[in-house]
């Protein structure tokens, strides 16, 4: 099993962008499914989560501006930045924990994709 991150680049303050990471694998359920963004010279901090029940949880830096979708059926997490601040540029991790059909319970990270917030 495994995650992939995509997404990422450059983009203007006020700009958009989407992340997505998809896990894949012989999964048998995934959990929590969330980001984390790590900025240069900063430790790495909870952007969104989001349970399989549909609840979400934002980091104050980000509330009204992000929102988590995701699509249980593709077991796919998506990571909406609007209003985007220099202050959001750092590298974008996606978490996800997950049983796989042997019903090992994995706690697992995407590779990372750098958001750059900059004019």
């Known amino acids: 099993v495994q995650l992939q991150a995509s997404g990422g680049g450059l983009v203007q303050p006020g700009g958009s962008l989407r992340l997505s990471c998809v896990a894949s694998?012989?999964?048998?359920?995934?959990?929590?499914m969330g980001w984390h963004r790590q900025a240069p010279g900063k430790q790495r901090e909870l952007v969104a989560v989001?349970?399989?029940?549909?609840?979400?949880n934002y980091a104050d830096s980000v509330k009204g501006r992000f929102t988590i979708p995701r699509d249980n059926a593709k077991n796919t997490v998506y990571l909406q930045m609007n209003s985007l601040k220099p202050e959001d540029t750092a590298v974008y991790y996606c978490?996800?924990?997950?049983?796989?059909?042997?019903?090992?319970?994995?706690?697992?990270w995407g590779q990372g994709t750098l958001v750059t917030v900059s004019s």
């Open positions: 978490n996800a924990h997950l049983y796989d059909h042997e019903m090992n319970l994995y706690d697992l």
């Open positions: 989001s349970t399989s029940g549909g609840s979400t």
């Open positions: 694998g012989s999964i048998f359920r995934v959990f929590g």
